[in-house]
């Protein structure tokens, strides 16, 4: 059989003999909608007696897929695709907005412009490199990452662009959103057959939850309990339930069954940018969580609190009430991203890497330590599958179970924080936790130091402000913290001024007291001499001072008017017990 002939100059496309004797196939399909660069089809045919016939085969081929798709059934973009297959989609709002906000960032900017049946899987795999490459889409890396998209002044949020690669879950779910819609342009008839066959979206990422250790979510409840019960409340019933932070936000008060001791779960609310809704759960199925006695008393309490609000309002507790709501009369819901960002806040100001969805995990693995089989840990937590879910997510919990759910995680809770047994004031003295706080300890070691003596007037709020890189707000609560202990007094018109010292404060037992130089019980002072050494204590009696009282220019230490200064120079003594400079007596 005769072989046969080369394709002319003329002909579209080009075949290369390599020197193993394969032929490589090339054939030009445009630019790439994605990286901007020719987009060509290759492919490369083994030596063999036959591979001139099969190399003309395969650009012959590639000619009819490229002239189909210039001139495919259709000339809608994916843009056209994307917005009839989003305004036809069955899911609910906050899905479809989702979606609509995954395309607009992601997928029209590279290839909405393009023709549907232009589309192939090398086109595709380029949009997920880009998608890996940066979330951002940065063309130039010399940008700021700022620290929100609203007008603003620049502070240390705003940070110099690092791109940071989509996640894999996500890229997959834009896969999702593609193939959708082309499964819809082939039934339509748009295109022959959908490229999304041929794409390759990245791998499931493994699950890897984060729940917080039992010692973090004892103190998340202490916390939450302490600032405020109805807070106290929320965290509490999110870790007992396993509840989505919707579903708890949208609980009313006719789904609580307190003598059964059973929450029926069947309503969320939604939040889509700005606005939210009440709509269904989001497996679209209610289900009954029972709790144990302790939370079924907690509940209890919080109601008895909602119905004295009401009466205190002349008004009766509603049961369509939400059971969680800034309103007196339980008329209105909590927003999600408000507990969130609550949340966030707390668990920082204790330093838990955590946040609020981190709960569900906990709940979910101390359910499965606990011995609870997977079915109904997934019935509590609304997993759909009948278990599916929770066995690929929680694989290194699962253990065998034969115990009840609500017993066995009631058994593993941490117990509910008692009253605090001291006031704040109290507590900001040796443990200052707040920014106000830590800025009034920081006042009143400089005022026993000495730096302000008595009368003296401390700078204005917004000078500490200054000083110390806070808001004036806080400065000024910070001077208002003093003023309770006593060290300052506050008038109007006038800058706060020292006191003088007629009760001491009380800095702890383990504290240096600046004023007398004494060391509080069961503590010794700094020195290099070791723990055995003897506190140093500088008063009235040992200060430096004359050997007598009297009150000559000559004999008077530097910086002083009166011998009544010399007689309190204890108060110029520092915390570590050195003399102020400037207060030798030259007697």
Known sequence: MAKAARPSSRDKGNIELLPSGAMRVRVYAGQDPVTKRRHSLVETVPAGPKAWERAEEIRLGFLADIRKRRNPQTTATVNQLLDRYLDQHTGGRRTVEGYREYVDKHVRPFIGKSKVGSLDAEILDSLYAEMRRCREHCRDRRGVDHRTTHPHECDVRCRPHRCRS???????KIHYILSGAYKRAVRWRWVGSSPMDQAEPPPVPAPDPQ???PEEAARLVAEAGRRDPDWGMVVWLLMVTGARRGEVCGLRWRY??????????????????SETEEKDTKTHQRRHVTIDPGTVEALAEHRRRWEERCAALEVEL????????????GATHLTPSSVTQRYSKMADRLGIDTHLHNLRHYTATELIAGGVDVRTVAGRLGHGGGGTTTL??????????DQRAAQGLAERLPERPAPPEIDDVERAK?????????IAVALRDRIAAGEWPVGAQLPTGKQLGIDFGVSTATAQRAVTLLQVWGLVEVSRGRRPSVL???????????AHDPIDGSWGSGSAPP?????EAEPTTLSAENAPRPDRPHGCAECMPDGFESIEQVYDAGRSVSSRGQQRPGARVRH
Do not use: K, N
């Open 318 to 329: 509603s049961p369509d009430a939400f059971v969680f709501s800034p309103s007196p009369t």
């Open 430 to 438: 040796a443990d200052p936790r707040y920014p106000f706080e830590h």
């Open 500 to 510: 003088a010292p007629q009760a001491r404060l009380d800095l702890g037992p383990a």
């Open 392 to 401: 690929r997510v929680y694989a290194a919990w699962v253990a065998e179970a």
């Open 256 to 273: 609580v069954d307190l003598e059964r001791g059973v929450i029926t779960i069947r309503r969320a609310i939604a939040e889509v940018r």
């Open 166 to 172: 989509l996640g894999a879950a996500t890229i997959r």
């Open 527 to 531: 020195t290099s001499d070791g723990p």
């Open 211 to 213: 729940p917080p250790t």
